[in-house]
């Protein structure tokens, strides 16, 4: 145990015994080998971090090896400098398998810096999403056809990537869907997860066209088991179909310019098909219900009145202007009452036919 001690003793306090000190410096590979341990043990964190530790320590180690084999000529130094080139070298090759297969296509990428970047979406979690249609990429040829109307199961959702799609109903044109929109929004929200149904709209490609789809089944069940996940969705469909309505909303406009707000309730009795497509007969029905109820005796017209008013001009017949409420009570804006007055108009003198609204006014 005394001997013990003395030995430390002496290695701390009087340090080793050399037989000769030698003058020469070491080569300058010794130091090169040093200054690349030196660089690599500053490396940060993270990915690339690592790959900048194990390379700067990779290449020193490696010059380690040639310091051993050239200037030192000693076995051991050789080997243990081989074995830590050799660690370095299999994390390197690590890092490399483990950040090309972390690494999204080209296609996915630019999706997610165009779409979920800007919402501060993780990327793990869009890998999710991504994994959930299978990372792939489909495609639709010029006029070929996404869905048919009626025929064409509602059993997926698509986003566009590049391209642009018609959307008809009945062979008449609805609106167009461009890139980075879902394709199949509306018919998503339409259905419960349990459901079944179809297309009630066609959707044709105009262009070449690419795009990624989910399985509904798949795609229900990551909604079920990521809360984030479906909240997110529920606010990227929530927008697309918004943006969908309003592309419908820019067809609905007068002649003179006047644009219309699908919002306003009364849009639907101006614009809408029982106001246009009801002919003589709708109208002749109203003029009765307007009517109001006469007694018996007075419906019998004698004789001489009969022929008067068979001689002379028909009397046109009076339409009393219900009165109306004042607008600060149930809360009406200008838009409404101004559509209510388009409403009065009778069918066969729309407010579509006026060139201004001046016009109309007069």
Not at 343 to 360: A, K, L, P, Q, T
Request: glycine share 8%.
């Amino acid at each position: 145990m005394n001997a013990n001690s003395s030995t430390m003793s002496q290695l701390l306090w009087q340090g080793p015994v050399c037989v000769g000190w030698k003058r020469d410096l070491e080569g300058a590979v010794y130091h090169l080998a040093n200054c690349f341990l030196l660089l690599g043990f500053m490396g940060g964190s993270g990915v690339y971090g690592c790959f900048y530790l194990f390379g700067f320590l990779g290449t020193g180690y490696v010059c380690c090896v040639m310091w051993g084999w050239f200037d030192a000529c000693g076995l051991d130094i050789i080997l243990w400098s081989v074995l830590l080139a050799a660690a370095c070298l299999l994390q390197l090759g690590y890092l490399i398998d483990r950040l090309r297969r972390s690494t999204l296509p080209e296609e996915f990428d630019v999706l997610y810096k165009t779409l979920c970047l800007p919402l501060q979406v993780p990327l793990q979690v869009y890998k999710e999403i991504v994994r959930c249609c299978e990372e792939r990429v489909l495609t639709l040829t010029t006029e070929q056809t996404y869905a048919v109307e009626g025929e064409t199961p509602i059993n997926r959702l698509s986003l566009l990537l590049s391209g642009r799609v018609r959307v008809t109903q009945d062979g008449q044109f609805l609106h167009y869907i461009f890139p980075y929109q879902f394709m199949d929004s509306p018919e998503w929200e339409s259905l419960q997860p349990s459901e079944e149904g179809v297309f009630q709209v066609t959707l044709t490609a105009e262009t070449p066209c690419s795009y990624i789809s989910w399985p509904r089944k798949s795609l229900h069940l990551l909604l079920t088991k990521e809360r984030y996940i479906s909240h997110l969705f529920s606010a990227l469909l929530g927008y697309d179909i918004s943006e969908k309505l309003y592309a419908l909303n820019d067809k609905l406009f007068a002649k003179f310019g006047l644009r219309f707000d699908i919002r306003l309730p009364s849009l639907y009795h101006v614009l809408g098909p029982a106001a246009s497509d009801t002919g003589p007969e709708s109208e002749k029905e109203d003029e009765e219900a307007r009517e109001p109820a006469m007694p018996t005796s007075a419906r019998q017209m004698p004789p001489c009145s009969a022929l008067a008013a068979a001689t002379g001009p028909p009397a046109p017949p009076s339409r009393a202007r219900m009165s109306r409420p004042d607008s600060g009570v149930l809360g009406e804006d200008s838009s409404s009452l101004v559509l209510e007055d388009f409403e009065e108009v009778s069918g066969s003198e729309s407010f579509m036919d006026y060139r201004s609204d001046g016009e109309y006014m007069r």
